[in-house]
C-alpha cells in the first residue's frame, strides 16, 4: 500500500513560515523534528511529515489558487470546535482567512471546515466530517 511519507513545501522566507506553520502544526500535535538552516520539518506519530524548504529562485510566487500546482492540504479533525481553533490559531500566526469556519452541505451536510492561506499561495483546510450516525459534532 502507497502511503504519503513526507509532504515537501517551498517557502519564500524559512523563518517566516516557521512561525506561521509551527503554532499551526503544534496545535494538532505534531512536534518539530528538525530546524536547520535548510529545511524544518514536523512530525505527528506515523502520519505524514511536513517539511518546508526556501525557494531556490526568489519572487517566483507566490503561488496562486487555481492555476496548476498546489491546490491545498485538509487536515481532518475530531470536531467543529477543532476546526474553529486551528482556524483560530492559523489567524494569530499570520495566516489569511480564505474561508472563516461555516458547514459546506455541497459536501455533505455534515461538511464544516475553515480555509487559510499564507504569503506563499500555501493553503490549508480544517474539516470535519462525521459519519452520519455521529453527526452530533
Known amino acids: 500500500m502507497a502511503l504519503v ?15 506561521k506553520f509551527h503554532p499551526v502544526l503544534e496545535a494538532m500535535g505534531y512536534t518539530c523534528g528538525y530546524d536547520k538552516e535548510d529545511s524544518i520539518s ?20 507566490p503561488h496562486r489558487h487555481g492555476r496548476a500546482g498546489w491546490q491545498h492540504l485538509a487536515f481532518a479533525v475530531d470536531s467543529r470546535e477543532e476546526v474553529d481553533h486551528l482556524h483560530a490559531v492559523a489567524i494569530d500566526a499570520g495566516w489569511s482567512a480564505v474561508r472563516d469556519p461555516k458547514l459546506y452541505p455541497r459536501f455533505s451536510d455534515r461538511y464544516y471546515a475553515s480555509f487559510v492561506e499564507d504569503d506563499n499561495g ?13 453527526a452530533a459534532n
Do not use: C, K, Y
Not at 500555501?122 to 452520519?132: D, G, K, S, Y
Open 5 to 19: 511519507d513526507h509532504l515537501g513545501i517551498t517557502v519564500h522566507d524559512l523563518s517566516r513560515g516557521r512561525a
Open 42 to 61: 514536523w512530525q505527528h506519530g506515523d502520519d505524514t511529515e511536513l517539511i518546508i524548504f526556501p525557494a531556490r529562485e526568489p519572487q517566483t510566487g
Open 122 to 134: 500555501v493553503r490549508l483546510e480544517f474539516m470535519h466530517n462525521p459519519p452520519p450516525e455521529s
